[in-house]
C-alpha cells in the first residue's frame, strides 16, 4: 500500500472507525442531540464548537489539496454560528463527516514524494507533518467529546 493511502485511511481510522482506538466521530457523534451539543459544561467548549473547529482545519486543508492556497487563521478556528435547531447541529456533523471522506479520498491521490515537500510555506513543514497534524488534532477532540459526551449525561 502506497504510504499516502496509509494516511488516508489513518483518517479514516479517526472519523469512521477501524483504528486502534476503536473510537470515532461518527459513532460518538451518532447519539448526541442538539441540545447535548450545544450545552456547555464548564469552561470546556461544547461538543459543537469542537465539531466545528476540527471540521474548520479538515476543510481549509481540502482546498489546498484541491489546489487553493491556503487561507485558514486560528482565529477563525472556533467561529461556530448559533445552531438553533436539531437540523442545524446534524448539517454540522454530517458536514465534518462528508469533508473527511473527501479529504481521505484527496490524501489518496498525493505522489509519495510531495509528502515530504513543503506544505504552502516552510514554517508549516511538510505536507506529511500536516496530514498527520490533523489527525492527531481529531484524536485530540474525539476525546474531549468523549468525556464532554459523559459528564452531559451524568447529570441526567
Known amino acids: 500500500m502506497h504510504l499516502a493511502q496509509q494516511i488516508a485511511q489513518h483518517f479514516r481510522g479517526v472519523h469512521f ?10 459513532d460518538v457523534l451518532a447519539d448526541v442531540t442538539w441540545q447535548e451539543a450545544t450545552t456547555p459544561s464548564g469552561p470546556l467548549n461544547t461538543i459543537a ?3 466545528y473547529h476540527m471540521n474548520y482545519y479538515v476543510s481549509e486543508v ?4 484541491r489546489g487553493a492556497p ?17 437540523a442545524e447541529w446534524r448539517q454540522l456533523a454530517d458536514k465534518a463527516l462528508e469533508d473527511a471522506e473527501a479529504f481521505a479520498d484527496e490524501i489518496e491521490k498525493i505522489p509519495e514524494a510531495q509528502l515530504m515537500e513543503v506544505f504552502q510555506d516552510p514554517r ?6 500536516n496530514l498527520h497534524g490533523i489527525i492527531e488534532h481529531t484524536h485530540y477532540h474525539l476525546g474531549q467529546i468523549t ?3 459523559k459528564l452531559l449525561r451524568s447529570r441526567l
Not at 472507525?17 to 461518527?26: H, S
Not at 481540502?62 to 489539496?65: D, E, F, G, Q, R
Not at 491556503?70 to 436539531?86: C, G, M, Y
Request: no cysteine; glycine share 6%.
Open 17 to 26: 472507525g477501524g483504528n486502534w482506538t476503536a473510537v470515532n466521530l461518527k
Open 49 to 51: 464548537a469542537l465539531v
Open 62 to 65: 481540502l482546498k489546498v489539496l
Open 70 to 86: 491556503l487561507q485558514a487563521s486560528d482565529k477563525f478556528a472556533f467561529d461556530l454560528p448559533p445552531l438553533r435547531s436539531e
Open 124 to 129: 508549516y513543514g511538510n505536507y506529511y507533518r
Open 147 to 149: 468525556i464532554i459526551k
